[in-house]
């Protein structure tokens, strides 16, 4: 999978917005952009994913940017259970379902 | 009902030892996975099987085998046990898409300790 770049870690105050970036230059074509979470202590879940166009759902936003080269989670009002540690991942179609994760951007959020 | 269940949670043991850790999911998915996450928290794949095949990440020893009775479990052995074998292993499913849309279901994760 090709690689992304994110950093280490944010902080956000609760209940405010919070914009996770991740850059992803050599991303090709047909890679999907996913996104997963790790509470601490507890297996990845599942968050969000795109491939073109902003996507929303109950737990986030995905905003893609027109080039593809680079993508923002967007979580519309912190809370402190979404302190978790979060990774972007692309997704090559045909490419043994195997997730390759890099090392994330850990989001504290404070009370 | 949890969708991805292991067993152990916990598996401390000593240097040497054969082990294994159970993996269920109750999805109907096609796929399985075993990740493992060292001590500095990097997730890395070890493994993907379906009932048609099995996809090995090359850096896995050859210490470490899936086994699959049927579709709903993937067991993972692993043979005389060493010191950097401590880690936390997660296993995981989805559905068989070849899109790169589909979605993975993680377990609670074994916690595995050798001494």
């Known amino acids: 999978d090709a690689k992304t770049t994110q950093p280490n870690s944010m902080e956000s105050n609760e209940e405010e917005p919070v914009h996770l970036p991740c850059n992803h230059s050599t991303i090709s074509g047909t890679d999907y952009i996913h996104w997963y979470r790790q509470l601490p202590s507890q297996g990845p879940e599942y968050v969000i994913h795109?491939?073109?166009s902003n996507v929303n759902n109950r737990m986030a936003s995905l905003a893609i940017a027109e080039d593809r080269k680079s993508s923002t989670l967007i979580l519309h009002r912190a809370t402190l259970r979404d302190a978790a540690v979060y990774y972007c991942i692309l997704r090559q179609n045909n490419a043994g379902n195997m997730l390759t994760f890099g090392g994330g951007t850990r989001l504290m959020v404070k009370p | 009902d949890t969708a991805v269940s292991q067993t152990p949670k916990y598996l401390v043991t000593q240097m040497g030892n054969d082990k294994s850790i159970k993996c269920e999911q109750n999805l109907g998915h096609d796929t399985m996975y075993w990740y493992k996450q060292d001590s500095k928290k990097f997730l890395k794949i070890m493994f993907s099987y379906n009932n048609k095949e099995l996809i090995i990440n090359e850096t896995v020893p050859n210490r470490f085998s899936p086994k699959s009775p049927d579709k709903a479990h993937l067991n993972l052995h692993i043979n005389s046990l060493e010191l950097g074998d401590s880690a936390v292993y997660f296993c995981a499913s989805s559905q068989e898409l070849t899109s790169g849309q589909e979605t993975q279901y993680f377990g609670p994760g074994t916690r595995l300790l050798v001494l």
């Open positions: 795109g491939l073109t």
